[in-house]
Nanobody, 123 residues
């Protein structure tokens, strides 16, 4: 099982980035995927998640209305579209998988993690 996050970079406040989580070794039909982030000096926090069916999603209040999560089971990819980025969105973003039907905001329920991708938003 492997996950690889990509798409990070540097952008000015108000800009957009599109993160992708490429998965292999399992089917998105059997796993829920979560995006987490960790800013310097802070704990890792839940950002967004999508259920195995792709029909249920969840967002942290801090990103609701600005971020959109989607999945493509045919391509085994989960995407996080991030719009209207703010400096406080600066963090390393990780995608993770849990063999569960429902989404969890608890990072400890996720079994598999990919390497993170750095997002830097300048003011």
């Amino acid at each position: 099982v492997q996950l690889q996050a990509s798409g990070g970079g540097m952008v000015q406040a108000g800009g957009s980035l599109r993160l992708s989580c490429a998965t292999s070794g399992f089917s998105l039909d059997d796993f829920a995927i979560g995006w987490f982030r960790q800013a310097p000096g802070k704990e890792r926090e839940f950002v967004s998640g999508i259920s195995w069916s792709g029909f249920i999603n969840d967002y942290a209040d801090s990103v609701k209305g600005r971020f959109t999560i989607s999945s493509d089971s045919a391509k085994n990819t989960v995407t996080l579209q991030m719009n209207n980025l703010k400096p406080e969105d600066t963090a390393v973003y990780y995608c993770a998988a849990t063999p569960a039907i429902t989404i969890s905001r608890n990072e400890y329920t996720y079994r598999y993690w990919g390497r993170g991708t750095l997002v830097t938003v300048s003011s």
